[in-house]
C-alpha cells in the first residue's frame, strides 16, 4: 500500500465551484506539504504543516485554505475555484528528524477547472 | 522569480552512456541540494542528495556534483539505463525559514535502447 495517498486523481469540475483534495499518510511523518506543477514551473508550494497545530502558507497560497485535521491527514481547499487553478497537485510529507528534508510525494491529482 | 533552475527541458542518451543532468541556482542560503525522479502518473521520487559544504556525492551509478562558487550542481548518470527515461528535478532548501524545498522546472531524460 502507498504511504502517501491523494484523493481524487483526477477531477474536473467548474469555476466558483468549491472543491477539497485530500492527503493521507501513514509514514508518521509530522510535515506535510500541498505542491502545484504547472507546465514549464516546476513544483510551487501552497502551504506547509509541521504539526497539526502549525500551519504556514507557502510561495502561492491566494486562493487556496488548508485544514490539517490529524497527524495523517492534510487537505487542500480551493473555495471558489477558477481555471488558472487547473494543474497537477501533489501532496508530502516529511520527518522532522530527517536531516535533509527528504519529502515522499502522493501520486498526485490532477485537477480542471472549466 | 525561480530560484533554481534547469534550463534543458530534455535530454536523449544511448543507453550504457553518460547522461548529465544541470541545474542552476542563485540563493545563496541554500543548504542542501536534492535531485528527485518523477515517472508519469506518480509523484516525485527522492534520487540522491548532497550538502552545501561537500563537492560530490554518489550513490550507485548516480552522483551529484556541487560547484558552490557557480551556483551550479549537476547529476551524471553512469550507465545509463531505460529504466532511468523519467523528468529530473532538481530541489534545494534553504538555510532559514520554513525549510520547504525550491524546485526547478524539470528535465525529461529519455534513454534510448
Known amino acids: 500500500d502507498a504511504d502517501v495517498t491523494q484523493t481524487p486523481r483526477n477531477r474536473i469540475t467548474k469555476t466558483g465551484k468549491r472543491i477539497m483534495l485530500e492527503c493521507s499518510q501513514t509514514?508518521?511523518?509530522?510535515?506535510m506539504y500541498w505542491y502545484r506543477q504547472d507546465p514549464g514551473l516546476g513544483l510551487q508550494l501552497i502551504y506547509y504543516?509541521?504539526?497539526?497545530?502549525?500551519?504556514n502558507k507557502g510561495e502561492i497560497s491566494d486562493g487556496y485554505s488548508v485544514s490539517r485535521q490529524a497527524q495523517a491527514k492534510f487537505s487542500l481547499s480551493l473555495e471558489s475555484a477558477i481555471p488558472n487553478q487547473t494543474a497537477l497537485y501533489f501532496c508530502?510529507?516529511?520527518?522532522?528528524?530527517?536531516?535533509?528534508?527528504?519529502?515522499?510525494f502522493g501520486p498526485g491529482t490532477r485537477l480542471t477547472v472549466l | 522569480d525561480q530560484q533554481v533552475k534547469q534550463n534543458s527541458p530534455s535530454l536523449s542518451v544511448q543507453e550504457g552512456r553518460i547522461s548529465i543532468l544541470n541545474c542552476d541556482y542563485t540563493?545563496?542560503?541554500?543548504?542542501?541540494f536534492l535531485w528527485y525522479k518523477k515517472y508519469p502518473a506518480e509523484g516525485p521520487t527522492f534520487l540522491i542528495s548532497?550538502?552545501?559544504?561537500?563537492d560530490k556525492n554518489e550513490d550507485g551509478r548516480f552522483t551529484v556534483f556541487l560547484n558552490k562558487s557557480a551556483k551550479h550542481l549537476s547529476l551524471h548518470i553512469v550507465p545509463s539505463q531505460p529504466g532511468d527515461s523519467a523528468v529530473y528535478f532538481c530541489?534545494?532548501?534553504?538555510?532559514?525559514?520554513?525549510?520547504?524545498?525550491?524546485f526547478g522546472t524539470g528535465t525529461r531524460l529519455t534513454v534510448i535502447p
Open positions: 508530502a510529507t516529511s520527518d522532522k528528524q530527517g536531516a535533509l528534508n527528504e519529502q515522499f
Open positions: 509514514k508518521g511523518h509530522d510535515r
Open positions: 504543516s509541521f504539526d497539526v497545530k502549525d500551519i
Open positions: 540563493n545563496s542560503m541554500f543548504d542542501y
Open positions: 548532497i550538502s552545501s559544504i561537500k
Open positions: 530541489a534545494a532548501r534553504k538555510r532559514t525559514g520554513a525549510n520547504n524545498l525550491f
